[in-house]
Nanobody
């Protein structure tokens, strides 16, 4: 079993920044890919960013140039730095562990999920 706990969400004005953290515990492996997804009310869960065990990152087009993802394998923690936030970034953000060493962009490629943290960007 793997437990994932997100933190760092909150309310921020447009143009502001937030840093989300995802702490993993349990049967975790540094070679797992990790991903961030988000889901707004009435919408499907969508891929935001992912990072492989080696540090290679992948981003959704909507966040490229504004978000960065990093990981600290010694701390079993993944971070999502979100800059230049927009109201359309408002959503619940979830971290997830990939079921392979690659970085899937579909939720089906992840087997463990956190409980989510809310990000609200006001205009």
């Amino acid at each position: 079993q793997v437990q994932l706990v997100e933190s760092g969400g909150g309310l921020v004005q447009a143009g502001g920044s937030l840093r989300l953290s995802c702490a993993a515990s349990g049967r975790t492996y540094s070679r797992d890919a990790m991903g961030w997804f988000r889901q707004a009310p009435g919408k499907e869960r969508e891929f935001v960013a992912g990072i492989s065990w080696s540090g290679r990152s992948t981003f959704a087009d909507s966040v490229k140039g504004r978000f960065t993802i990093s990981r600290d394998n010694a701390k079993s923690t993944v971070y999502l730095q979100m800059n230049s936030l927009k109201p359309e970034d408002t959503a619940a953000y979830y971290c997830a562990r990939g079921s392979s060493v690659s970085v899937p962009t579909s939720p089906r490629g992840y087997d463990y999920w956190g409980q989510g943290t809310q990000v609200t960007v006001s205009s």
